[in-house]
């Protein structure tokens, strides 16, 4: 695992090319990423569960490299003061590490807790033990659910725009009729989930199950489906509009009487997916 963490910050730093400090930056930030994933492993995590948790709860790489001297920064340029920019940089990455541990302390044990109709907005759930909780027609906004136990919750009715949910258990969870604008899933399994009604624009879906789903009847736009399990997903009669299926798995999921824009139809019958009775708007 410890060679896949680094192959996540080598991926995270490559747009920024070679600088000084690169070195130094990524051998502190592995370690801080390996600790995080053995503690969440301790906390009876899997692998995959830690991993997603731990990578997303990294940060933005924008954000480090605006805190470091502009003469490090400079790919080629050595700085003019070794001690003030040694200073920094223990700096950069002490807040980084910081920010990397500040949901650890989100977790919370809300089991079967009644917050319907709630403001929650930019709530930190991480790590929450939320197995049927009631978040009914809660005002979610922004809100973060990283390795969320969310089993049999409802979130009927709620404004989840900018949600977001990594390496959470989503399984008999309802969303039926939330507003999901902007939300992201991502590693999480939807295993019984009730979509019914539910606002999907801009919606992502990275790396996760949706075995089974249903987006029956349903209007999507700008949703994409990355890397997802889409097995006997069935998006009957659903309306489709510039959604996205890069590196999933389509040929079994079901398309009847599904309407779609051109790009969209002819993504999929590329990927092999049945088209017979899809609709091309």
Same mark, same amino acid.
Request: proline share 4%; charged share 25%.
């Given at each position: 695992m410890e060679e896949r963490l680094n192959q996540f910050l080598i991926s995270a730093?490559?747009?920024?090319?070679d600088f000084p400090s690169k070195s130094d930056i990524t051998k502190e930030l592995l370690s801080n990423l390996v600790e995080k994933f053995n503690d969440l492993k301790s906390q009876g *995590?899997?692998? @995959? @569960? $830690?991993?997603a948790a731990t990578t997303e709860s990294f940060g933005d790489v924008a954000e480090i490299m605006e805190h470091l001297p502009h003469a490090q920064a400079a790919s080629g &340029? @050595?700085? @003019?003061?070794?001690a003030s920019v040694g200073k920094? +940089?223990?700096q950069v990455l002490k807040q980084a590490k910081a920010q990397m541990w500040t949901s650890k302390f989100a977790a919370v044990n809300l089991q079967q807790a009644d917050l319907g109709g709630s403001d929650l907005s930019k709530t930190d759930f991480s790590y929450s033990a939320l197995t049927g909780a009631d978040f009914s027609n809660s005002d979610l906004t922004g809100a973060a659910f990283r390795a969320a136990a969310l089993k049999g919750a409802t979130f009927e009715g709620a404004n989840l725009t900018g949600a977001v949910f990594?390496?959470?258990?989503?399984?008999?969870?309802?969303?039926?009729? $939330?507003n999901l604008t902007g939300a992201k899933f991502k590693a999480s399994a939807f295993k019984g989930v009730d979509f019914a009604r539910a606002v999907l624009n *801009? &919606?992502?879906?990275?790396?996760?199950? +949706?075995?089974? $789903?249903?987006f029956e009847g349903l209007e999507l736009s700008s949703v994409e489906f990355k890397g997802a399990s889409l097995k006997n997903t069935s998006f009957k009669n659903a309306t489709l509009h510039d959604v996205s299926f890069h590196h999933s798995d389509v040929k079994h999921a079901v398309f009847d009487g599904t309407k779609m824009d051109k790009v969209t139809y002819a993504l999929l019958k590329g990927a092999k997916a049945t088209m017979d009775n899809a609709i091309v708007l």
């Open positions: 730093f490559a747009p920024y090319g *995590k899997s692998d @995959e @569960e $830690a991993y &340029t @050595e700085p @003019e003061n070794n920094t +940089l223990r990594a390496g959470s258990d989503m399984q008999d969870v309802n969303l039926s009729g $939330a *801009k &919606t992502h879906f990275h790396q996760s199950d +949706l075995t089974g $789903a249903s």
